[in-house]
């Protein structure tokens, strides 16, 4: 992968983020499932009307189809995820234990299927992502 050097280290802050090295990209993204079909990061996408420099949470919200991240916001920001081994779980059902539970098990994120907008379940393109810590999700690589 080509990406433009601008900054040493992998940046976990979407707001602050520069372009990462490819050695320290391929470091950082190393074993992750969130992959297009040819091993590339899969763009994932995070509304919100907030504006913030570093995500506060513990679980952050992503989405292969932009459609439904601009239904969380007017601001969409546009990721890369490191998730190795995520819980998979259809919405309909629930996840099958709670994050805590999720991490004792070895898992470090949710891979959700049939999400809820909060208006209705519907069947988006692709699936919602749910990374466990923040050091897992960066601004998307610019290409060089």
Not at 49 to 68: K, L, P, W, Y
Not at 74 to 88: E, F, G, Y
Not at 123 to 143: C, D, H, L, T
Request: charged share 30%.
């Amino acid at each position: 992968m080509d990406f433009k050097v601008k900054r040493k280290n992998p940046v976990v802050h979407p707001e602050k983020a520069g372009e990462i090295t490819p050695k320290n990209f391929n470091d950082w993204f190393d074993g992750s499932v969130v992959t297009d079909p040819k091993g590339l990061p899969l763009p994932l996408y995070h509304g919100t009307d907030e504006s913030f420099d570093d995500f506060n949470t513990d679980e952050i919200f992503m989405a292969e189809d932009v459609t439904v991240a601009e239904d969380f916001g007017n601001r969409v920001l546009r990721l890369a995820a490191c998730i190795k081994n995520p819980c998979a779980y259809d919405y309909t059902q629930g996840p099958p234990f709670d994050r805590e539970e999720a991490i004792r098990r070895g898992y470090d994120g949710w891979k959700i299927s049939n999400y809820d907008t909060g208006d209705e379940i519907f069947r988006p393109e692709g699936f919602v992502w749910v990374a466990f810590n923040s050091a897992q999700v960066i601004k998307y690589p610019k290409r060089a």
